[in-house]
């Protein structure tokens, strides 16, 4: 250990002549402690929310969306279907309906968006996880049933239970009819049986309703035609650049995240916003520390002109109060890391702050410990080399 370590330690933990210096340097210690800790919480509660969100959107979500550019739907005649099925990355590939319909039950009418779906792919194992009642299945001997959203179960004062009458009818507007002022030719109507109700997402949940692909085909009138095609694949970008090279004048393809850009990005903004803030306080808390070290240099003048008559050079003497700031962040900034993982661990597995559906998960991410140990040893140093550098000259050199 060399001279301005041995004495920098000294002057951390021996104690100081003036308590007004104790005082000031817990205050730097307790406020880097805070700011790293606040850092690592609050990262990892956002990076929770993501993974929560991502969840929610992504686990019931194919990987690519495909639909048309001009028109509303994708001819059964049209290449591309059979052409990702020549594609190895491609896992699954599944013709979808969605269209708008109204459903009727008793007296009440709502309007909802109904998807149909390939059974093959959409099997009652697929929702079995998301479902509040009822079972995952969109046939029940042969006869085609519907899932519910949770929010329009609710609106609808519907049961799954097949020992109520659970029966709804369902209103779709004829592609072939032409519209009249009444109306009532214009809209074909089938009835069905709600086979359960599943809670995805808000947006699933108070708007869609899942059926049979052969189901919505009959309903409004499709020839095998689909609105969209949702493809599962190994990997995402192959297929996607695949798509867009040979059919990028006919389709809009998007990936789970391009769809769901606007909620994916608020998060990350709202993520990085935060964090710029808490930045902003761990430099204001990094002022402490200068005062700290500032203090410190007045305080121990005389020990300098003994340092210097002993032979001590200038350089080792302007190390001691710079290591000393280094030290001070150094144990705050990594005893807040500490507590912060502490706290992160405590409420994963005790789950201290609940939210509506279950708790706030909290994910500690190794980049984001890096991150913020990156950002605590620039600002420590900075606030260590102001005082030590700057200020020292013009406080003690002048008067040696």
């Known amino acids: 250990m060399n001279v301005s370590s041995f004495i920098a330690k000294r002057y951390l933990f021996a104690k100081k002549s003036r308590n007004i210096i104790n005082v000031i340097s817990f205050i730097s210690f307790f406020g880097l402690l805070v700011s790293s800790a606040s850092l690592v919480i609050i990262l990892s509660g956002f990076n929770g929310l993501q993974f929560l969100v991502e969840e929610m959107y992504g686990n019931y979500s194919a990987d690519l969306f495909i639909t048309p550019i001009d028109g509303k739907s994708i001819?059964?005649?049209?290449?591309?279907?059979?052409?990702?099925?020549?594609?190895?990355?491609?896992?699954?590939?599944?013709?979808?309906?969605?269209?708008?319909?109204?459903?009727?039950?008793?007296?009440?009418?709502?309007?909802?968006?109904?998807?149909?779906?390939?059974?093959?792919?959409?099997?009652?194992?697929?929702?079995?996880?998301?479902?509040?009642?009822?079972?995952?299945?969109?046939?029940?001997?042969?006869?085609?049933?519907?899932l519910l959203g949770y929010g329009l179960q609710d609106q609808l004062q519907v049961s799954s239970d097949p020992r109520y009458l659970n029966d709804i009818q369902i209103y779709g507007l004829s592609r072939k009819k032409k519209l009249s002022v009444q109306g009532s030719n214009?809209?074909?109507s089938k009835k069905t049986q709600i086979a359960g109700v599943f809670s995805i997402n808000p947006e699933l949940d108070n708007s869609t309703l899942f059926a049979p692909y052969n189901f919505v085909n009959r309903l409004f009138e499709y020839d095998n035609e689909a609105t969209s095609i949702e493809i599962n694949t190994k990997s995402v970008e192959k297929v996607k650049t695949y798509v867009q090279n040979k059919y990028g004048n006919d389709f809009n393809i998007k990936t789970n995240e391009e769809k769901n850009d606007l909620i994916y990005a608020t998060n990350d903004t709202e993520k990085w916003m935060v964090l710029c803030i808490l930045i902003f306080i761990l430099l204001l808390s990094t002022f402490n520390t200068m005062a700290s070290i500032t203090i410190l240099i007045i305080d121990k003048k005389q020990d300098i002109k003994s340092l210097i008559a002993m032979g001590s050079k200038y350089a080792t003497i302007r190390n001691v109060f710079f290591k000393e700031g280094l030290f001070i962040c150094l144990s705050g900034s990594l005893a807040g890391l500490l507590i912060g993982v502490i706290v992160c661990f405590l409420q994963n597995h005790f789950h201290i702050i609940e939210l509506n559906i279950d708790y706030w998960p909290v994910l500690v991410k190794t980049n984001d410990l890096i991150l913020i140990l990156v950002i605590l040893l620039i600002t420590g140093t900075l606030a260590s080399f102001i005082p030590s550098q700057i200020l020292m000259k013009r406080l003690i050199k002048r008067d040696l």
């Open 75 to 146: 001819e059964k005649t049209h290449p591309v279907y059979k052409d990702l099925l020549t594609q190895k990355e491609v896992l699954s590939l599944s013709k979808v309906i969605e269209e708008t319909v109204m459903i009727k039950k008793e007296s009440r009418w709502i309007t909802a968006k109904i998807k149909g779906v390939d059974t093959s792919i959409y099997s009652h194992t697929f929702f079995e996880p998301s479902l509040t009642e009822g079972n995952g299945s969109l046939y029940f001997n042969g006869y085609p049933m519907v």
């Open 186 to 188: 214009t809209f074909d």
